[in-house]
């Protein structure tokens, strides 16, 4: 079992930066891949970015690259979504996901993560 929290959502204006936080516990935290997900009001979850167990294999959605860094630190248990450049098209639950099945992979599809963050809301205004 692997359980996460995430942390850092808040309000911030159009062009500003968000740090997110996923804690994670449980099972051993350096032997998974880490993803972040979005979800807005009335849209389906989106794939936002994902890091391999070492951080070595990032990848990220086309709509954030650039803009938003993952990152992770294993002695932390954590991994981070550094958020820059914010536009209000960026306004959602942010979720963090595990996927204990390829560590070594930096995967885009939701259905591969086994566990799940309640998610944090960040809330870009314009």
């Known amino acids: 079992q692997v359980q996460l929290v995430e942390s850092g959502g808040g309000l911030v204006q159009a062009g500003g930066s968000l740090r997110l936080s996923c804690a994670a516990s449980?099972?051993?935290?350096?032997?998974?891949?880490m993803g972040w997900f979005r979800q807005a009001p009335g849209k389906e979850r989106e794939f936002v970015a994902a890091?391999?167990?070492?951080?070595?294999?990032?990848y990220y959605a086309e709509s954030v690259k650039g803009r938003f860094t993952i990152s992770r630190d294993n002695a932390k248990n954590t991994v981070y979504l550094q958020m820059n450049s914010l536009k209000s098209e960026d306004t959602a639950v942010y979720y963090c996901?595990?996927?204990?099945?390829?560590?070594?992979?930096?995967?885009?599809?939701?259905?591969?993560?086994?566990?799940w963050g309640q998610g944090t809301q960040v809330t870009v205004s314009s």
């Open positions: 996901a595990a996927d204990t099945d390829f560590p070594n992979l930096a995967r885009v599809e939701g259905r591969v993560y086994d566990y």
């Open positions: 449980g099972r051993t935290f350096s032997r998974y891949a």
């Open positions: 890091i391999n167990w070492g951080g070595g294999n990032t």
